[in-house]
């Protein structure tokens, strides 16, 4: 009777250490879902404190801009834009949102510091929108359609959900 009772804890102890170990959201990741559908295209998997770049060619002066951005607990802060001419929309000068430097090669880089819960971005037809995340590089006009929209947030995955779904990078 005792070595049942033993038996039955220990299969109870197994199988809920199985359960736990594939249905326990546990694994941060940057999801990319289609706006404003609700079904991700991928995900990448991140770490907290980690940094990411979306590359894109600005609209008006056709010249690189790089955002990036760093993966928080609860969301994404956009830290930083570096860019090399001024465009409309760009910042032109230090205000109280954020601090304009020219660095010694020239490129302007503008420092926010900026939580945010995600970013949604349209992607363009010549914009050439990219992520690049650990030296990897992503074109985002392979997932989305030009003229559509993107979300990219940071969401807890279990082990089950990775398992069936998409890995990007």
Not at 10 to 23: E, H, P, Q
Not at 94 to 110: F, M, V
Not at 129 to 134: E, M, N, P, Q, S
Not at 140 to 162: C, I, N, R
């Amino acid at each position: 009777m005792q070595s049942k009772k033993k038996c039955f804890w220990m299969v109870l102890g197994i199988g809920l250490s199985v359960w736990f170990l594939f249905f326990y959201p546990s694994m941060r990741v940057l999801r990319l879902v289609p706006y404003p559908a609700d079904t991700p295209l991928g995900y990448i998997r991140v770490s907290r404190g980690e940094t990411f770049t979306l590359g894109f060619i600005h609209s008006v002066n056709r010249r690189p801009v790089w955002d990036t951005l760093r993966i928080e607990e609860n969301g994404l802060v956009i830290v930083s834009s570096r860019f090399d001419a001024f465009g409309a929309g760009m910042p032109e000068t230090t205000n109280a949102e954020g601090t304009l430097w020219t660095l010694s090669d020239g490129t302007l880089l503008w420092t926010v510091n900026r939580p945010v819960p995600s970013i949604t971005l349209r992607i363009g037809w010549t914009a050439d929108h990219t992520l690049t995340i650990r030296g990897k590089t992503l074109r985002l006009a392979q997932l989305v359609e030009p003229g559509k929209a993107l979300t990219l947030d940071v969401y807890t995955m279990t082990l089950f959900e990775t398992m069936k779904g998409n890995r990007l990078l």
